[in-house]
């Protein structure tokens, strides 16, 4: 990385995570374009409430009396400093490196958080061959939000308790450390006006005000130089050079050992398996694991949490940890439903606001079963498995519950598809939709097979499922057209009603009828429908929305909230999409050397992508027209999970879990 200034490295961003929800977060030139980048983002109720509490490190090489700068930023109109001027390269190998030389003298960054605590710790290793005289000045630029709010100088009072190597900041009831091996200065100052362009563009505040509390200097002439800087919630205490070298070494090996559960050896798994792990976290208020749906903002949701469970914990041996989860999620069950969201902070209670989280919990049992053959386990939350069923078949709340027909029926934007912008629904799916009752049957069958194993009297989940394939093939399957309608809509839903109340509009929602392991459909039925998704709504990152002949069909993601809820689910790419795209074409095409030339084609450009936006990760979603632009989360649980999921059981077989035919009719 050379000047003149690069404007693609601040489209690209690293993220490191601490298993808390916290994190830092950048770009490769170190200009913070997000409110959400920092340096030091901490969960001070893991894994949320998160608060950024160091944004930045302004590093000075003063030669004599002139001032070499490392930082950069955005201020109206301009960039300054101009650091990347000095910026030799960039690498997110493990964990993000940077080395700058200024005359001649070599420094070298590097960042980590240490594993279970909000504590970020960077490393300068520095190289001064000429032994030229200089000094070396570190300048915290620090603050005390939420992530999703901004500041100004005038809403925040900073008091700090300064000694000769570190300092403690206090505001309100936050409190932070910093902590170094070079001398600290109290000299505060504020930065006013840093933009954030990446907030501007997505129509909200980007201005804001950090507070520069002081320096830390060290006067050097020595060969080699190694200073650190710790930021912490907590009290580091002294710490060396041995120490801190000590820190890196234990997150590469607790990174090592991540890869190394999985036993397989192949450089897109292995990255697949490292940005996996940073999603799962400890959940305070439940005292557990759980996921977390994405960086940088989303927190841990019941949905998100139960489709990435096989991705993140299943394939790669983390079962301890699949079990921790699925526990949590079923103690919570309340009226058959388990929990979307958890509560953030203390006296809120559980949102319960989806109809397929309860599903998707029986599924995700179903294949940790099929892992592990874990019976002990299964008997311990069996009961949820029959809270779910019995509350569908009789009813729950949001109007949940199985019709005679034996399908489910629910209100409306209870599906993933929920974007609403007041009262206006923009994808309304009120009704009877096709991959809930996909997911129905297939936990029927789940339900049926798993307590079969421990000895429970399951008879009547087989009668029930009959009849949910039976009305299913009949009312969705649009034989004309060779895919299933997306929903059977309640009278008065708006939708394109090609026939009736049914909406043909043609989603990948209907993928899940012939991807799940236990599926209603007939071979032809099931070929016909991948054909359709791969024709319509393929695309190299994962599955559109919606076709582009549709009317209503947004090809690109962007502009203000409103802009991009109306793009959410109307033609915007999702990639958790494709993992189901992958086990569904191999279901339907016979297993051979072409079929898994073919799977390997639909990952050839997500093997880039991983390198080329949240570096190490896969993005929430894409543009559904070309060239796809990344968009949303730079790093979301279900795109690694459903890609890691699917490259492990679909491309590389690598799992001896059964593969379940399709519906022999």
Not at 239 to 268: C, G, P, Q, Y
Not at 538 to 556: K, V
């Amino acid at each position: 990385m050379n000047p003149p200034y690069n404007d693609t490295e601040n489209q690209r961003e690293w993220i490191i995570s601490n298993g808390l929800g916290g994190y830092a977060s950048s770009t490769p030139s170190g200009l913070n374009t997000r409110k959400y980048h920092g340096l030091l983002i901490a969960a001070m109720n893991p894994p949320v409430e998160r608060m950024l509490l160091l944004s930045s490190l302004d590093e000075e090489i003063i030669i004599d009396t002139k001032i070499h700068h490392l930082a950069v930023h955005k201020y109206p109109g301009k960039l300054y400093p101009e650091g990347y001027k000095y910026l030799q390269d960039f690498s997110m190998k493990e964990l993000p490196v940077f080395q700058y030389n200024v005359n001649d003298i070599e420094i070298r960054k590097s960042i980590t958080m240490i594993h279970g605590e909000n504590s970020t710790v960077i490393q300068y290793n520095i190289s001064n061959p000429s032994n030229t005289e200089f000094s070396f000045k570190v300048l915290p630029l620090i603050n005390n939000r939420s992530i999703h709010h901004l500041t100004t100088s005038d809403t925040m009072v900073f008091e700090q308790e300064a000694r000769d190597n570190d300092v403690r900041l206090s505001s309100g009831n936050g409190q932070f450390q910093l902590y170094s091996n070079m001398q600290y200065r109290p000299e505060a100052y504020w930065y006013y006006d840093l933009e954030y362009d990446v907030e501007r563009d997505r129509g909200y505040p980007y201005r804001e005000n950090n507070l520069n509390p002081g320096y830390f200097q060290m006067h050097c002439k020595e060969n080699e130089l190694s200073f650190f800087i710790i930021a912490s919630t907590g009290n580091k205490g002294e710490l060396n050079n041995t120490d801190i070298k000590k820190i890196f070494e234990n997150e590469l090996l607790r990174r090592e050992e991540v890869v190394a559960s999985a036993h397989i050896d192949d450089l897109f798994y292995r990255k697949l398996l490292l940005a996996g792990d940073s999603f799962i976290v400890d959940r305070k208020t439940t005292g557990a694991k759980s996921i977390i749906a994405g960086y940088h903002w989303f927190a841990d949701w019941g949905r998100d949490a139960m489709i990435a469970l096989p991705g993140l914990t299943l394939v790669n041996g983390r079962f301890d940890i699949a079990g921790e989860i699925l526990s949590t999620f079923a103690s919570h069950c309340q009226r058959g439903l388990i929990p979307n969201m958890f509560p953030e902070f203390p006296g809120q209670t559980p949102v319960y606001n989806t109809v397929d989280a309860s599903l998707w919990f029986i599924h995700a049992l179903g294949k940790y079963f099929d892992y592990t053959n874990d019976t002990k386990f299964l008997e311990k939350v069996w009961d949820t498995v029959e809270d779910i069923i019995n509350h569908y078949i009789s009813g729950t709340d949001y109007n949940i519950g199985m019709d005679e027909d034996g399908l489910i029926s629910h209100g409306g934007q209870l599906t993933w598809m929920d974007a609403k912008i007041g009262d206006f629904e923009v994808t309304p799916r009120k009704g009877k939709t096709c991959e809930i009752n996909a997911l129905w049957y297939n936990a029927l069958r789940y339900a049926e097979y798993m307590g079969d194993k421990i000895g429970r009297d399951n008879s009547r989940f087989n009668g029930i499922a009959e009849t949910t394939r039976s009305s299913f093939i009949e009312k969705f399957w649009n034989e004309k057209d060779g895919f299933l309608y997306d929903c059977i809509l309640d009278s008065g839903e708006a939708g394109d009603r090609n026939n009736e109340n049914k909406d043909a509009s043609i989603r990948p929602n209907q993928i899940l009828a012939v991807s799940l392991p236990f599926s209603m459909l007939p071979e032809s039925v099931s070929l016909s429908i991948v054909e359709m998704v791969g024709k319509k709504l393929l695309t190299p990152y994962g599955l559109r929305t919606l076709s582009p002949e549709d009317t209503r069909y947004i090809g690109t993601y962007h502009g203000n909230t409103e802009n991009r809820d109306m793009a959410y689910h109307n033609g915007t790419v999702w990639t958790w999409l494709l993992g189901h795209y992958i086990t569904a074409y191999r279901k339907t095409h016979p297993d051979s050397q072409e079929c898994r030339e073919s799977l390997e084609k639909l990952l050839v450009e997500l093997r880039i992508h991983i390198d080329e936006a949240g570096l190490g990760s896969i993005s929430e979603i894409f543009d559904g027209d070309a060239p796809h632009k990344p968009r949303g989360c730079i790093s979301q649980a279900w795109s690694v999970a459903e890609l890691t999921r699917a490259y492990a059981e679909d491309v590389l077989q690598a799992s001896n879990i059964p593969i379940r035919n399709l519906y022999d009719s």
